[in-house]
């Protein structure tokens, strides 16, 4: 129940194509669905992030689909550029009032080809 | 600009040493900090919580006694890798939450630890 399960596990996309990873979660305890970028030798940033009560979050190239009843996350970056090249995790948080936790994916290495 | 630093950000040391790295919350203060360990094309793997002044909750699996983490002020969160071996060596990150409903984590730049 604690799982949150991400794929692909890596992905090659041209050069202003559209990258997608999706992610499931099984614990609807979770209200925080983030989307961290990290490239090699840093921290994960915060790319983007949704709450549950909304389907679709844009924030520039980057867009958040949300499916509640089915459980499921997806990033979408369009035009995806070579600096767009890292990994992406993907989490499920809950709130400090729940007893803060956060549970990531495993990952997705995309490289973006120029 | 970053909220949370690390130092150092790389450390190499012996095995059967002992490494501190320090965590630094930059712009407000953070009651309760995590320390997260990478290992290489792997997730994130919380470790432990840090919580100011008093004793940090530790994931299971963890070793609370080789894993020392000490947070002695509102600001700075320690974690002490006591009597290194070469299978600890990894990438330590930590965080802090924004606070508020939806507690955004802020990470670290991440500390390379090898031990040789």
């Known amino acids: 129940q604690q799982q949150v399960k991400q794929s692909p596990q890596s992905l090659i996309v041209q050069k202003g194509g559209i990258s997608i990873i999706n992610c499931a979660y099984e614990n609807t305890a979770f209200d925080y669905f983030p989307w961290y970028q990290q490239f090699p030798g840093k921290g994960p940033a915060l790319l983007i992030a949704?709450?549950?009560?909304?389907s679709e979050k844009k924030e520039g190239r980057f867009t958040i689909s949300f499916n509640k009843s089915a459980k499921q996350f997806s990033l979408h970056i369009m035009d995806s550029q070579p600096g767009d090249s890292a990994t992406y995790f993907c989490?499920?948080?809950?709130?400090?009032?729940?007893?803060?936790?956060?549970?990531f994916g495993a990952g997705t290495r995309l490289f973006v080809k120029a | 600009g970053a909220v949370v630093s690390q130092h150092p950000s790389r450390v190499i040391c012996k095995s059967g040493t002992s490494v501190k790295i320090e965590c630094r919350s930059l712009?407000?203060?953070?009651?309760?900090m995590f320390w997260y360990r990478q290992f290489p094309k792997q997730s994130l793997m919380l470790m432990a919580t840090s919580n100011e002044g008093s004793k940090a909750t530790y994931e299971q699996g963890v070793e609370k006694d080789k894993f020392l983490i000490n947070h002695a002020s509102l600001t700075l969160s320690t974690l002490t890798v006591t009597s290194a071996h070469p299978e600890d060596s990894s990438f330590y990150i930590c965080s802090k939450t924004s606070g508020g409903a939806f507690n955004e984590q802020f990470f670290g730049p991440g500390t390379r630890l090898t031990v040789l």
């Open positions: 712009d407000f203060q953070a009651t309760t």
């Open positions: 949704i709450r549950p009560d909304v």
């Open positions: 989490a499920a948080s809950r709130g400090e009032k729940k007893g803060f936790k956060t549970i």
